[in-house]
């Protein structure tokens, strides 16, 4: 399968030396490739757990710090207005390949750095792989991938641990998550 990829990776500069964004890039490229997925676009950013802990109040109504934060482009909870064509707002004309590069974004992972690094010691992991962890968890939620039950959990944490073992990482996923 020929794929088509745009995974931009964003770095607080403090952390730029710290961050391997090739590795970021290839966690989030493995689990589109697995998920059959043969274009898509995504972002990743890495902040500091302020910027994440204030996301997470205004978006989730949690006004604690976390991991990691995904953003779906195309959100599963769009007005039921919306779902139909006529009622849609109108949409500007844009040019065709500004409006297939959109259609193929998934969306934004927000990582808070100094929370991973603690989040690693914790688990006696090593950042890189806490990083590539994460990178992997938000791409599957910007694919629809969620936890909210046991079913999903189930089946999240199975295409996690697949991709995670393409790297060498065994055993990571069995932890509790809100992003």
């Not at 970021?24 to 043969?38: D, I, S, T």
């Not at 959109?102 to 989040?119: F, N």
């Not at 999240?156 to 995670?164: G, I, S, V």
Request: charged content about 25%; cysteine-free.
């Amino acid at each position: 399968m020929s794929e088509n990829y745009q995974i931009e990776v964003q770095v607080d500069e403090e952390w730029s030396d710290l961050v391997d964004a090739e590795n970021l890039m290839a966690a989030a490229a493995a689990v589109l490739r697995q998920a059959g997925k043969p274009s898509a676009g995504l972002t990743i950013v890495i902040t500091d757990d302020e910027y994440v802990r204030t996301l997470n109040r205004d978006y989730r109504g949690v006004d604690a710090p976390t991991d990691v934060l995904s953003f779906a482009s195309e959100p599963d909870d769009a007005p039921e207005a919306f779902l139909d064509e006529e009622q849609a707002p109108p949409t500007l004309a844009l040019p065709p390949e500004l409006v297939e590069e959109m259609e193929d974004y998934l969306g934004d992972i927000i990582i808070a750095y100094p929370y991973t690094v603690k989040q690693a010691a914790h688990y006696q992991n090593s950042v890189a792989a806490e990083l590539r962890l994460l990178t992997i968890h938000g791409t599957l939620h910007l694919l629809g991938y969620d936890h909210a039950t046991p079913q999903e959990e189930a089946a999240m944490w199975a295409a996690q641990d697949a991709a995670l073992v393409l790297f060498g990482d065994h055993g990571l996923s069995q932890r509790n998550y809100d992003a």
